[in-house]
């Protein structure tokens, strides 16, 4: 049954309803979100742009508390995080909704539901740590749709997290606001920061109902400056997605913002959801832009989603070897030392955590 069959009182009575987090109420029973860069102004009975957010009386729920529609474990490796505790497994969960209209989003069937058609199994914070401790798991991720609008269960769930040794990751759009990413550094470890289009404003306004990418650049420098570990994605679309001068501005900024040793990987469009009269991304077209990145001084450029690719691999910035060889999201060879340095030249790689894996040499 929808969310529309239930009256105001029911939605926010649900199990999965809780107050939330990051918002002010401005009068006449209006509140203002402030959770994401988006900062909402929600009429009472109404929900966000989000459709995860309701206001009731003036005050802001979140109606997706635990309401997990995934929860398994991954290589963290498919965040893709390569540089980040390389070899170990997270316990991957997720919700539904986004802040985000993409119209090529491949999980589009959690991202976009929302408001009415809401699904997925209760889970408290405690269970969601049992069971990443009880299949193995080094650490929590909060991926497949955007991590910000279940931010109250990931908060929860991941100072629950670090008091038993886990580390916890997030895979985002961006967009969350410089204060909810202040508060959650305590404990989240790292992110993993997802671009579409090479940042391209047209194209987000088009494509992905944002008005700018702006506040992504802004979001980041936060991260960075409570010493998360960052690593960069670009979905690079045909067409409409892959021009070179923004390419290069989004390179220039993470070299001079960032640093020149940041991951960063350039994924290929496949067509979905909406978006499905483009072809895949040519293969050449990822090696050209990835040449690019190389050639202004990228130390470290990765292309995802074509298994067996050359650039799946890392190569020692300093003497060009093989360090790390991978097969899609593991491991196949490993050729450094515990400390990250090359066996080859004894350059230190930037690495943090630990290999979590098995060294094949």
């Known amino acids: 049954m929808g969310l529309n069959k239930f009256s105001p009182e029911e ?19 209006r509140v203002k979100c402030n959770l994401c860069h988006k900062r ?19 005050r802001l729920y979140t109606i997706v508390y635990g309401l997990l529609t995934a929860a398994n474990p991954d290589p963290i490796e498919k965040k893709p995080l390569m540089h980040f505790n390389p070899g170990s497994r997270v316990y991957s969960i997720s919700t539904v909704g986004c802040n985000f209209y993409c119209k090529f989003c491949d999980n589009w069937i959690l991202s976009q539901t929302r408001r009415d058609r809401l699904y997925g199994e209760l889970f408290d914070p405690e269970e969601v740590v049992e069971y990443a401790l009880k299949t193995g798991c080094q650490g929590i991720s909060y991926t497949y749709n955007e991590p910000t609008v279940f931010y109250e269960f990931m908060y929860d769930t991941a100072k629950l997290a670090k ?4 580390f916890n990751t997030i895979v985002t759009n961006g967009y969350i ?8 550094s305590k404990y989240v470890d790292a992110a993993t920061v997802d671009f579409k289009g090479c940042g391209n404003i047209d194209f987000y306004r088009k494509f992905m109902g944002v008005l700018s990418p702006e506040p992504i650049f802004e979001t980041i420098v ?39 040793e940041t991951p960063f990987h350039l994924l290929r469009f496949h067509p979905d959801y ?14 050209k ?39 899609g999201f593991y491991i196949i060879e490993w050729r ?5 340095k090359c066996l080859k030249c004894g350059y230190r790689l930037n690495f943090r955590g630990r290999f979590w894996g098995f060294k094949f040499l």
């Open 163 to 166: 008091k038993k040794n886990l």
């Open 289 to 327: 832009l990835a040449k690019i990145a190389i050639d202004h001084g990228l130390k470290h450029v990765y292309i995802g989603n074509v298994w067996g690719h050359r650039l799946e691999n890392t190569y020692c910035p300093n003497c060009g070897s093989p360090v790390v060889k991978r097969t």
């Open 11 to 29: 939605i926010v009575n649900r199990p999965s309803s809780r107050l939330a987090m990051f918002w002010v109420n401005i009068g006449d029973d």
């Open 222 to 260: 936060e991260m960075k400056r409570h010493n998360w570990w960052i690593e960069i994605t670009n979905l690079v679309i045909p067409k409409y997605g892959d021009r070179e001068n923004d390419f290069v501005k989004l390179v220039k900024w993470i070299i001079d913002n960032i640093g020149e």
């Open 40 to 58: 909402c102004i929600v009429v009472n009975n109404a929900y966000g742009a989000c459709g995860v957010r309701y206001n009731y009386g003036g």
């Open 336 to 340: 450094l030392s515990d400390d990250f």
């Open 177 to 184: 606001s410089p204060e909810a990413v202040r508060e959650i």
């Open 274 to 287: 909406k978006l499905t009269d483009l072809e895949s991304t040519p293969v050449s077209t990822l090696d």
